[in-house]
Every structure is written in structure tokens, then in C-alpha cells.
Antibody, heavy 122, light 109 residues
Framework: QVTLRESGPALVKPTQTLTLTCTFS??????????VSWVRQPPGKALEWLAL???????YYSTSLKTRLTISKDTSKNQVVLTMTNMDPVDTATYYC??????????????WGQGTLVTVSS | EIVMTQSPATLSVSPGERATLSCRAS??????LAWYQQKPGQAPRLLIY???TRATGIPARFSGSGSGTEFTLTISSLQSEDFAVYYC???????????FGPGTKVDIK
């Protein structure tokens, strides 16, 4: 059974750095083809893909946010961490982590966490 | 960046009727297109990948078609649990830039 759970602060101040942790079970991030992505959704708005880390520790970022994002993994703990620097009120959103699996040529975002709402406010 | 657009923004449908949702990419994404369903307060749920392959456990009333820049999600007979927002997503880029569309809300007529 695959599960993912996001954790982190519910409230951050402008200019602070956000650190979110995705703790997962039911798969291994050391298995070929396995990845974890982060996706966010501002209240009432659409989904936005942020970053992906794969089984080989390759990391990919949204072009518009790449200077602010860092994704990393701890395979032994089954965790993926996303940091976002210089937070702004426009970054207020629900942040999701999702298992992302290559079944070439397809890429499946097939399991998602419940999401964690992060509000940026002073 | 590949921009995804969806139409209509809102689709009002009666239970039992057919719903047809459209998604367009600003450039070809081949068949690297997925559809998701999202209900209020819930995470997205993968419905379709590869433009037309249903994900595990997805009912047959959901079908996807298209390739290149034009895609369609069809729900053959709306059930009460199908009223939700539907997003398309392309995953054609390399390096990755997996853009989503703005969504189509399917509500009760």
C-alpha cells in the first residue's frame, strides 16, 4: 500500500525559508523508475509542478522557481525534503508530494499525499 | 514552456449525461498527457495517462483521446461522484517542466 504524507509549518513569514518533508511508504526511491514530485495549489487555483527527484538522485525544477527550490532525499528514511527560499504571500498554497513513476514512455503521478496548507503572512 | 489550456472553464451536466472536456497544448506533447480529478479538500487523482490509458481502478466511463496538441476527456454517463474539477497535465518536456492546465469544473445542471 503506497502512502505519502507532507509535513511542515502551516505559517511562515515573508522572506523566510520553507522546509517541507514528504514521508512515504509502500515503495522505495532507490528502485529504478521511481521518483517523487512536489506540486502546489494556491487556494482556488490550478496545480503547479515544482520539482522532481528520481531514483538516481537527479533533480529537476520548475524553470520559474528553480533559483528558490532545493529537493533532496533520504532513501533510508523514505523521505523527500523540499526547501523554498524567500517566501512571499503569493506562495500561500497547499503543497502536495506525489509518487511519480516512469513506465516508459509514460510518467505517472499515481499516488498523492493529502497536502499541507502553507500560509505566508507576517 | 508548454502552456496548457482547458475548455470550458465550467461544464454544467445532468447526472446520466455525457461530458466532454477539452485540453490544448501550445505545442505538440505527443501522447504525453494525463488527466486528473480533484474534489474539494482532496488531492488530485490520476484518471488517464498516455492520453488514453485509464489508471488502475478508474471506471470505464472515463475515456481519453487525442495526440499532439488536442485532447479530450469524455465521461460517458455522469455519476454523482464525478462532479469535480478536472485537470490535464503534459509531461513531454525534457528536461522536465510538467505543466498543468487551469482546470474544468464539472457541476450539476
Amino acid at each position: 500500500q503506497v502512502t505519502l504524507r507532507e509535513s511542515g509549518p502551516a505559517l511562515v513569514k515573508p522572506t523566510q525559508t520553507l522546509t517541507l518533508t514528504c514521508t512515504f511508504s509502500g515503495f522505495s526511491l532507490s528502485t529504478s523508475g521511481m521518483c517523487v514530485s512536489w506540486v502546489r495549489q494556491p487556494p482556488g487555483k490550478a496545480l503547479e509542478w515544482l520539482a522532481l527527484i528520481d531514483w538516481d538522485d537527479d533533480k529537476y525544477y520548475s524553470t520559474s522557481l528553480k533559483t528558490r527550490l532545493t529537493i533532496s532525499k533520504d532513501t533510508s528514511k523514505n523521505q523527500v525534503v523540499l526547501t523554498m527560499t524567500n517566501m512571499d504571500p503569493v506562495d500561500t498554497a497547499t503543497y502536495y508530494c506525489a509518487r511519480t513513476k516512469w513506465e516508459l514512455p509514460e510518467l505517472l503521478f499515481d499516488y498523492w499525499g493529502q497536502g499541507t496548507l502553507v500560509t505566508v503572512s507576517s | 514552456e508548454i502552456v496548457m489550456t482547458q475548455s470550458p472553464a465550467t461544464l454544467s451536466v445532468s447526472p446520466g449525461e455525457r461530458a466532454t472536456l477539452s485540453c490544448r497544448a501550445s505545442q505538440s506533447v505527443s501522447s504525453n498527457l494525463a488527466w486528473y480529478q480533484q474534489k474539494p479538500g482532496q488531492a488530485p487523482r490520476l484518471l488517464i495517462y498516455g492520453a488514453s490509458t485509464r489508471a488502475t481502478g478508474i471506471p470505464a466511463r472515463f475515456s481519453g483521446s487525442g495526440s499532439g496538441t488536442e485532447f479530450t476527456l469524455t465521461i460517458s454517463s455522469l455519476q454523482s461522484e464525478d462532479f469535480a474539477v478536472y485537470y490535464c497535465q503534459q509531461y513531454n518536456n525534457w528536461p522536465p517542466e510538467y505543466t498543468f492546465g487551469p482546470g474544468t469544473k464539472v457541476d450539476i445542471k
